[in-house]
């Protein structure tokens, strides 16, 4: 054999080794990225179930507070309307009785004149 049969097997010697280290290195690359997602899969589930706890429970306290929120708004809104629809009853009613009216009011005058006046 010649100097180029000997190279040219050499190189191909050194060509095949290189084609099996890669193809060594990229069946090692695609067995770790298996183990990688064996191993993330459970950790990712228990993620995605924390996440979904999580949301449902903001979820929970949202609707509690705005619950909470419409209640105080009703009750407030009651708060106002009650002194409104006072005001309009007794309007009604000293426009309807005027003199019985005009009588409770010197009656309350009398007893508020008695009960602050000094007793000396």
Known sequence: MDDKTYASSGASLASSADNAVQRGVSQAGSSLHETIDKVAEPARSTVDRAATVAHNTV??????????????????????????????????????????????????????????????
Not at 70 to 86: C, E, H, I, M, N
Not at 91 to 96: R, T, V
């Open 59 to 120: 979820d929970k306290l949202a609707s509690g507070a705005s619950s909470v929120a419409g209640k105080v708004s009703d009750q407030a809104q009651r708060f106002t309307d009650v002194p409104l629809q006072a005001v309009d009853y007794s309007k009604a009613y000293i426009k309807d009785h005027p003199l019985q009216a005009v009588g409770a009011a010197l009656v309350v005058g009398w007893i508020f004149g008695r009960l602050t006046a000094n007793r000396h």
